[in-house]
C-alpha cells in the first residue's frame, strides 16, 4: 500500500485528488490532505509517506521550494495548471507532473 498526502493551496483540487485516489484505494492510501505547506512539513516530521501530489503555485511556499527543502524527499507528483515548471520539476526527480484538469486515465497513468 502506497502512502500519499495531497497538498495543494486549492481546496477543490483537493477534494478532487482525493476523490480519485479514493478509486484506488487498493493501491493507495491517502493519510492526509493539507492546503498549507507549513502543515504539511510538520506531518513529515513525525510520518513516513511514500508519494507527495503537490502543487506548484502557493501562496507560502512554491512545491518546487517544498521539495527543495526536504532532506529526503518521498516520490513526487506535481499537480499544476502551469506548464512552465516541467523542466524544473524534473530536475528534482519527479515521479510525474500533471497538468490540470487532470483526466482520471492520465492520473491513473501517473
Not at 527543495?68 to 507528483?77: T, Y
Request: net charge negative; hydrophobic share 45%; aromatic share 12%.
Amino acid at each position: 500500500m502506497i502512502k500519499a498526502i495531497i497538498l495543494d493551496d486549492e481546496r477543490n483540487c483537493v477534494e478532487v485528488l482525493n476523490y480519485e485516489l479514493g478509486r484506488l484505494s487498493n493501491l493507495i492510501e491517502v493519510v492526509a490532505t493539507f492546503q498549507n505547506p507549513l502543515q504539511a512539513f510538520e506531518l513529515l516530521k513525525t510520518t513516513s509517506v511514500d508519494l507527495i501530489f503537490l502543487d506548484i503555485q502557493m501562496p507560502l511556499l512554491t512545491g518546487i521550494d517544498f521539495v527543495k527543502s526536504l532532506q529526503h524527499p518521498p516520490s513526487i507528483i506535481f499537480t499544476t495548471a502551469y506548464r512552465n515548471y516541467a523542466i524544473e520539476s524534473y530536475d528534482l526527480d519527479v515521479v510525474d507532473y500533471l497538468l490540470k484538469p487532470v483526466s482520471f486515465n492520465r492520473f491513473f497513468k501517473a
